[in-house]
């Protein structure tokens, strides 16, 4: 416990002068959770635009409902994929991110590899969770870290990987739809160990809660691999 206090100081302080400038939500308030929502078949397709079709054809969709995620088809090939709401934003750091959760206009489709289903799927259930239920970010933060003390989350131990390829993702305001990408969750990795690629660059770099067991290494790739939801 005492080593993720460490790396998470250590993060905090790592990133002000690589983060985009964005402008703040107009309150730290939730909108209705209605705003969140999308109509099934939309978000179906949407999800499917996360990865190239010789994995989502086969993968199982999850949708928002408000239940939380429900499964809309059984795939077979282990992948998971699913429509990220602004919740999945950084539990951690870049810590001006973390309001992200009040932005209900945030679709960030992905699809989880075998490994990343059975382990970074449900953090971002549990975030998304905790935000419906109306915890901030901070409580989130508490609630991810708590979960993970008492072995209610899966260790995040070895490398998973996930696809951002949809060319209809929304990240954020005024980054909108971003280069695809693919995920690397690389358990407490810090920038540094990729060399300090600057961020949001056309390089590797450390982005999301780095220093933490659920740091995220994002890898761009050519972005003619953009997929459209079909």
């Known amino acids: ?101 009040y932005e209900a206009r945030v679709r960030a489709p992905i699809c989880f590899n075998p490994v990343a289903a059975r382990t970074v799927l449900p953090l971002q259930e549990l975030r998304s969770k905790l935000g419906m239920q109306g915890k901030g970010p901070e409580q989130i933060a508490e609630g991810v870290q708590a979960a993970y003390v008492k072995g209610e989350l899966p260790e995040m131990e070895g490398v998973a990987f996930a696809y951002m390829w949809s060319a209809d993702q929304y990240l954020a305001p005024q980054i909108g739809a971003w280069h695809p990408h693919v995920m690397v969750y690389t358990p407490y990795y810090v920038n540094a160990m990729l060399g300090s690629n600057e961020f949001a660059s056309e390089l590797p770099f450390v982005s999301d809660d780095a220093g933490t067991p659920f740091a995220v290494t994002v890898i761009p790739v050519d972005p003619n691999l953009a997929i459209k939801a079909r």
Request: glycine content about 4%; charged content about 15%.
């Open 1 to 101: 416990m005492q080593r993720l206090i460490q790396c998470l100081v250590l993060a905090t302080l790592s990133f002000p002068g690589l983060l985009p400038a964005q402008s703040p939500p107009a309150s730290r308030h939730y909108p209705p959770l209605r705003e969140y929502l999308m109509p099934r078949e939309a978000e179906v397709a949407l999800a499917r635009s996360a990865a190239p079709a010789n994995i989502t054809d086969k993968a199982t969709i999850k949708v928002l409902t408000e239940s939380g995620y429900q499964v809309a088809k059984q795939g077979d090939n282990g992948f998971v994929c699913v429509v990220m709401r602004g919740w999945s934003a950084p539990t951690f750091t870049p810590a001006p991110f973390r309001d992200l959760v």
